[in-house]
């Protein structure tokens, strides 16, 4: 089984940073795309940011040059730098991966269970 937990939300003001981590844990055999997602009240989810294993990086319009996507695969752990942020950023983050667990043949999509984000003054 294959458990991804994000930490790192939290209050922020505007203009302010957070940084998230997603860390991911199990019978990992291999990582392979993975991203960020968010969904504010009301809203669809949206894709944030994602990253190939290989390190390829595509961001939303919305955080682009405010946002940056960065994983570590000898820990298994990806991470989201929010700088500048703005109201508008207000929403759960969720961890996704595709991942293939040792004895598997094919990969599969995980989520984590959410972190909020909120920013206020």
């Known amino acids: 089984q294959v458990q991804l937990v994000e930490s790192g939300g939290g209050l922020v003001q505007p203009g302010g940073s957070l940084r998230l981590s997603c860390a991911a844990s199990g019978s990992i055999f291999s990582m392979n795309d993975m991203g960020w997602y968010r969904q504010a009240p009301e809203k669809q989810r949206e894709l944030v940011a994602a990253?190939?294993?290989?390190?390829?990086?595509n961001y939303a319009d919305s955080v682009k040059g405010r946002f940056t996507i960065s994983r570590d695969n000898a820990k298994n752990m990806m991470y989201l730098q929010m700088n500048s942020l703005k109201p508008e950023d207000t929403a759960v983050y969720y961890c996704?991966?595709?991942?293939?667990?040792?004895?598997?043949?094919?990969?599969?999509?995980?989520w984590g269970q959410g972190t909020q984000v909120t920013v206020s003054s």
């Open positions: 990253i190939s294993s290989g390190g390829s990086t």
């Open positions: 996704n991966a595709y991942i293939q667990i040792h004895g598997a043949t094919s990969r599969f999509r995980y």
